[in-house]
């Protein structure tokens, strides 16, 4: 798990080495055991040079003095091969280079079909394992790894760049095209870090975030930096670059089976996920909340090691009647693994704030995403370099209430008949639920399936997120462009009913620039790898095939799932309601941090007060001071827009 970096001057331009090295140690929290630099000349293969963090490394091979148009850049976490997994790695004749980020499952099985066929390999890690296959099958390689990964491998014969971003990505990576060059690095920081590039925001994606909570993939908040999609690749030559979609989206929804043959395909499915993720020669531990999806991973982690497992949990103070821990704490006694807990207070929250912008790079309405970090912290504070997480059953196996809406929408509607809509929402109330039932009238209206799950996801309905804006902002603002998002990606879904397609969405969108974003960038701000077993790729294999009848039961989420678990798991944790790591942002934006955005808003250096009218930002934190309505999700993005301006000086 690392940090990786490049740059091509596709003018030819000579690349400074003192700018490489600042994109690369940008990344140092990514990667504090390690850090080289490739130099290399696009139009002779054979002139290359290796520098490690202490000089010229002594496999540096050609003329010394490369006058470089290609850079790559590396930081790195050793957790496989601790002494011989050094990269930049290059092929036999080092003509062929590569950076990597993440983790490679099966690469003891890739390693003696590449063996088979001729290939040699110096080292133990899966690392080596990319290089041999990019040279056995090209750009196809990507379609043989189950793992998470970024990665870039600059080919000279070819004079290619190839880059690629794992199926549904849990490893970021950003880039920048331009006529004089193409800039990547696994976080946006890194691209900034090159010299003349400025940060500047872009209202496009800013007014995605807005709706979505999150800013969906391929934009980036920063103007000219996009993500690189999951399950995507990127080529770039002289003649020019092709995106390329290499993820299986084309897969049926499976109805021939019964539901004890997909209780079993599942509970074979996970046992080997989390085997197979268990793969470190460092400590491996867990990231528990009390639910049935950490609580499950934790009982399969006892299978296969032959120490206790260590689980890391955290509490939010405020909240001590919803904490994780007490709960958190009887399963992993009951289970026979050593806990850790800490309770996290607004104050920690606060000061944390602006260093967690800086690592998220991305304002995001996940009030629990800072969670991470902490349970992280706490875990590389005990020496942990890996952890297991329960992130994506939640997505795949309808976890959430909103998957209520699309598989119950026609029923549903008799919830929006006029006379019935001012009672129910004056008996809701500042409720959860009372928000959730709004929602759900915002969806009542949509005039096709596209619109339907924009409104779903979107925290603000559109009527009420322009309003935010000032006049000449909102002028600018494209109202489509969350309906035409969601349109391009059912566009790739299976056909199927409603709640299938929707987790189909789900998955490629929240699971992956949400969740999965804030989880790699707090856990790699504690220098910790994160893994997710449930988002394996042979698991989702299975996962994605499902039909929704067995999804979803009644009111009843991740019916198949929870059958699946009480295998291993007590019948009151199968059951559990979710939770998560629940905190008291609607308290905290009623006290103190309400009162720092509403200084922010009326700040005429603020971007809040830019873009937008900060008497209608004074008005919907009115509506959460009076528990009117519920806005803490909402408020919360816009404290962490300020937060984000803030730590790129946008």
């Known amino acids: 798990m690392c940090g990786i970096c490049g740059v091509w001057n596709l003018s030819g331009r000579p690349i400074h080495p003192a700018a490489l090295d600042r994109m690369r140690d940008s990344l140092a ?81 890739l390693r003696p079909i590449l063996e088979e066929r001729g290939h040699r390999f110096r080292t133990r890690c899966d690392t080596e394992v990319i290089l041999h296959a990019y040279e056995e099958y090209g750009e196809a390689c990507v379609e043989r790894l189950n793992g998470i990964f970024a990665f870039a491998i600059w080919d000279g014969p070819q004079r290619r760049l190839f880059v690629a971003r794992d199926h549904f990505g849990v490893k970021p990576l950003y880039y920048r095209i331009d006529p004089e060059r193409f800039l990547f690095g696994s976080e946006a920081k890194a691209i900034l870090a090159w010299p003349d590039i400025r940060a500047e925001p872009d209202l496009e994606a800013l007014d995605l975030c807005l709706g979505f909570r999150f800013v969906p993939s391929p934009w980036s908040p920063f103007q000219g ?43 074979f499915g996970m046992d080997a996920a989390v085997d197979r993720q268990l793969m470190s020669d460092v400590p491996v531990a867990l990231s528990l909340s009390s639910g049935v999806d950490s609580g499950t991973m934790l009982a399969l982690m006892q299978r296969h090691v032959a120490e206790p497992a260590t689980a890391f949990t955290v509490g939010f103070s405020g909240k001590e009647s919803e904490s994780e821990i007490g709960p958190a704490r009887r399963l992993a006694e009951s289970l026979g693994a050593r806990f850790h807990a800490r309770t996290i207070t607004a104050d920690d929250y606060a000061a944390f704030m602006q260093r967690y912008l800086w690592h998220l790079e991305e304002p995001i309405a996940n009030t629990s995403a800072a969670a991470y970090y902490f349970v992280a912290r706490m875990a590389s504070d005990e020496g942990v370099k890996v952890l297991l997480t329960g992130q994506g059953a939640d997505e795949v196996f309808a976890g959430y209430p909103r998957f209520l809406g699309p598989a119950y929408h026609r029923w549903l509607r008799a919830a ?14 500042g409720t959860r639920l009372g928000e959730r039932y709004r929602r759900f009238l915002s ?13 779903t996801f979107s925290i603000l309905p559109s009527e009420r997120r322009l309003a935010l804006y000032r006049p000449e902002v909102a002028a600018r603002i494209d ?34 620039d949400d969740l999965l974003l804030c989880e790699d960038k707090m856990a790699m701000a504690a220098g910790v790898e994160a893994r997710v077993p449930y988002l394996d790729r042979e698991f989702m294999r299975i996962a994605e095939t499902i ?20 295998t291993w798991v007590p019948e009151e944790v199968a059951e559990r309601p979710k939770i998560g790591f629940g905190n008291a942002m609607d308290l905290w934006m009623r006290q103190h941090l309400g009162e720092r955005l509403e200084r922010s808003a009326a700040s005429e250096g603020s971007l809040l007060h830019r873009l937008f009218e900060p008497r209608r930002i004074a008005g919907l934190l009115a509506e959460h001071r009076s528990e009117r309505r519920l806005h803490d999700s909402v408020l919360f993005l816009l404290l962490s827009l300020d937060s984000w301006q803030r730590a790129f000086d946008v």
């Open 479 to 512: 109202p489509e462009l969350h309906r035409s998002v969601m349109r391009d990606i059912l566009d790739r879904a299976p056909a199927g009913k409603p709640l299938e397609r929707m987790s189909f969405v789900d998955v490629r969108t929240s699971l992956a």
């Open 29 to 109: 929290h990514r990667g504090p055991d390690g850090a080289a630099s490739l130099l290399a000349e696009s139009q002779s293969p054979q002139r290359t040079l290796l520098r490690t963090d202490s000089g010229p490394d002594a496999r540096a091979h050609g003329n010394r003095e490369v006058t470089a148009d290609v850079g790559l850049g590396h930081r790195r976490l050793s957790i496989v091969d601790l002494e011989g997994g050094l990269q930049p790695m290059a092929n036999e004749d080092a003509t062929i280079w590569i950076t990597f980020n993440g983790e490679i499952y099966n690469h003891l099985d």
């Open 547 to 566: 039909p929704a009848r067995f999804r979803l039961r009644g009111r009843r989420g991740k019916h198949i799932f929870r059958e699946a678990c009480r």
């Open 416 to 429: 929006t008949i006029w006379p019935l809509r001012p009672l129910l929402s004056a008996a809701l109330g």
């Open 225 to 267: 930096i996009r993500k690189l999609p999951p399950g995507h690749s990127l080529t770039l030559s002289p003649e020019g670059h092709r995106l390329k979609c290499f993820r299986e989206d084309d897969f049926g929804i499976d109805r021939g089976p019964n539901e004890a043959e997909w209780i079993e395909r599942l509970r």
């Open 443 to 455: 969806t009542a209206g949509a005039t096709d399936e596209a619109d339907l799950l924009a409104r």
